[in-house]
């Protein structure tokens, strides 16, 4: 019983450190300049994937030797409109499981609509985290030089933060879209050591973010399946984290998809874990798994 206690006391802990927003961008999985800024901000990346697109995930809370299963999440892109104008929709739904569903359930949904170009218009994140019911709403658009996020953070009941953030000469996204940026990078055109900077806008903050490729490695799953990816570290300047840099990394699948294979989070107290399930829809074929045949 008391093991039981223990455990359940850690767990508590570990989540509500996720009530910070910046967790959540490697929760979810979590995790971006030329003479027009709209044209800067656009994301090449259309190449990657088809509509229809459906990644399932699962996500690991780590302490010691413990290793619960903390939550199940969902990415999917779908062909839409947006103010009656063509869009795609690129959404991640999250939910907690397992003891963590019993001692902090979380519901967490955020939809983003891109132009059809990849430049971000909209995110709208809804969280229910135990009972507690948040909005954060950004609407972006583009001056010469600038991106502009008008940040909404609001209850049922009350406002809590209606502000506008500007980034000049800088990559500026939600936590979502930094994920669709990663995905557009060319390995081809990158050595050991590149860095790729952006911000992401959270509240009523721009927080600096960057991408840090170290090459490429493989990732295993029990004795029968690993996966060939290009890692990356992400540095966060966010106090949420243990410390700044390599607060973070995170593993692509090394094929023409571009999906996150595997996602590994420092936090004040273990680690969050996220590791692909299963997909359907994906425009190529998923040639970086390898499955080993047992003698």
């Known amino acids: 019983?008391?093991?039981?206690?223990?455990?359940?006391?850690?767990?508590?802990?570990a989540t509500w450190e996720c009530r910070s927003d910046a967790v959540r961008l490697c929760l979810a999985f979590l995790l971006l300049l030329s003479a027009v800024c709209a044209k800067a901000q656009e994301i090449p990346v259309r190449n990657r994937f088809n509509p229809g697109e459906e990644v399932q995930?699962?996500?690991?809370?780590?302490?010691?030797?413990?290793?619960?299963?903390?939550?199940?999440?969902?990415?999917?892109?779908?062909?839409?409109?947006?103010?009656?104008?063509?869009?795609?929709h690129y959404r991640l739904l999250f939910r907690t499981t397992g003891i963590f569903e019993k001692v902090y359930k979380m519901r967490d949904t955020?939809?983003?609509?891109?132009?059809?170009?990849?430049?971000?218009?909209?995110?709208?994140?809804r969280a229910n985290e135990n009972g507690y019911y948040l909005i954060d709403d950004l609407r972006f658009s583009y001056e010469q030089k600038k991106v502009l996020a008008h940040s909404h953070r609001y209850t049922p009941t009350r406002t809590k933060i209606d502000t506008m953030l500007v980034a000049e000469d800088a990559y500026l996204f939600d936590m979502l879209g930094a994920t669709m940026y990663l995905r557009s990078l060319d390995w081809d055109k990158?050595?050991?050591?590149d860095s790729f900077p952006f911000q992401v806008a959270i509240g009523r903050d721009r927080v600096n973010i960057s991408f840090r490729y170290t090459g490429q490695q493989i990732v295993e799953r029990g004795e029968t399946l690993k996966y060939r990816t290009r890692h990356f570290y992400i540095d966060i300047?966010?106090?949420?984290?243990t410390q700044s840099k390599e607060a973070a990394e995170i593993w692509?699948?090394?094929?023409?998809?571009?999906?996150p294979v595997k996602i590994r989070a420092k936090l004040k107290i273990g680690a969050a874990e996220v590791y692909y399930k299963s997909s359907e829809g994906l425009r190529?074929?998923?040639?970086s798994r390898v499955e080993i045949r047992r003698r």
């Not at 955020?110 to 994140?125: A, G, Q, V, Y």
């Not at 990158?190 to 050591?193: I, R, W, Y």
């Not at 692509?252 to 999906?259: F, P, Y």
Request: contains cysteine; proline residues 4%.
């Open 1 to 13: 019983m008391r093991t039981s206690n223990h455990r359940q006391g850690i767990i508590a802990a």
């Open 57 to 88: 995930y699962e996500l690991y809370f780590k302490w010691g030797l413990l290793m619960s299963r903390a939550g199940h999440a969902t990415l999917s892109v779908r062909d839409t409109e947006y103010e009656s104008k063509p869009s795609c």
């Open 110 to 125: 955020i939809d983003c609509h891109f132009t059809p170009d990849m430049l971000l218009l909209r995110s709208e994140k």
């Open 190 to 193: 990158m050595t050991s050591g």
């Open 237 to 241: 300047y966010d106090d949420v984290f």
């Open 252 to 259: 692509i699948g090394d094929d023409e998809n571009h999906i």
């Open 284 to 287: 190529y074929p998923l040639t």
